[in-house]
């Protein structure tokens, strides 16, 4: 019988931890990630915890070629059930590599698996709540939209003009747009495509914005990577059988109460678009 895969990119981020703890005894699970040692010591806390079905494979998402490789291994393994891409989570600093890893990573992951993708796969693309902030009227939504256009990177940056947090918001926006647009490709496979939006996770040297915000959040606290998880599991499983094209915001409310934040936000931060 053929085994149904799961493949999580962003493998050694604690969200992609927790979802395969979530779903790892559903089927193989194959981690990507661009820290072969990081990979090896989650596949070692899986294999503690019983889940020992496991592939890791190291790879660069903005290289066409490296995610085509990957997406071979994945046809290998099973019938792609489940692709999540969580990659980009991290807090790099560098506003071009924000948006190479969230939009171009994301764009090649989503043309390498789509031949893989049938009626029982479902694909799950992380986003942010950011992505809420950007306002959608500016002349950068039309780029957003062009996903691998020639010199995609280099336009985004002149309007964020090198700030690697306008940079992730904005590569988050692109994100859902993506999804939005692709949702119809992937139905055509009778698969789904979704994203969600999660929420501030925890941040133990949070900046004072970021402590404003939390408390502007009706929950009154950052977000556990298993709540996530939780949610990501519900748009993988036939449950959601009839959910796709959608963006999930996993928020503890957060942008519901976005407009009384920004008063008590920094002017500086809201100036950034």
């Not at 290998?76 to 999540?84: A, F, H, P």
Request: charged share 20%; hydrophobic share 40%; proline share 3%.
């Amino acid at each position: 019988m053929t085994k149904d895969v799961y493949v999580i990119t962003g493998g050694s981020e604690d969200l992609a931890i927790a979802l395969a703890q979530h779903i790892g005894q559903k089927g193989t699970l194959l981690l990507v990630d661009s820290c072969e040692k990081c990979l090896e010591l989650v596949k070692q806390q899986l294999f503690q915890q019983g889940i020992t079905d496991v592939h890791c494979e190291t790879s660069d998402l903005t290289s066409k070629r490296a995610v085509g490789t990957l997406a071979e291994k994945a046809s290998e393994l099973g019938s792609l059930r489940g692709l999540v891409h969580a990659a980009g989570l991290s807090n790099a600093s560098d506003s071009k590599r924000k948006m190479a890893d969230n939009v171009i990573g994301m764009s090649h992951v989503l043309e390498a698996f789509l031949p893989l993708a049938n009626e029982t796969t479902s694909a799950v693309m992380v986003s942010s709540m950011t992505a809420y902030m950007v306002p959608q009227n500016g002349q950068y939504m039309d780029a957003l939209k062009q996903q691998l256009s020639a010199n995609l990177v280099e336009t985004l940056d002149q309007f964020t003009q090198g700030d690697a947090g306008a940079a992730n918001s904005m590569s988050k926006l692109a994100i859902q747009l993506i999804v939005e647009n692709q949702a119809w490709a992937w139905g055509q496979k009778g698969a789904r495509l979704n994203s969600v939006s999660p929420g501030m996770m925890d941040m133990p040297d949070a900046y004072e914005d970021i402590k404003t915000m939390l408390a502007h959040t009706p929950l009154r606290r950052t977000a556990e990577p298993e709540e996530i998880a939780s949610a990501i599991e519900f748009l993988l499983s036939d449950s959601a059988s009839y959910i796709t094209g959608i963006d999930l915001r996993i928020d503890g409310g957060t942008i519901a109460n976005y407009p009384r934040m920004k008063t008590a936000m920094s002017q500086d931060k809201m100036k950034r678009f």
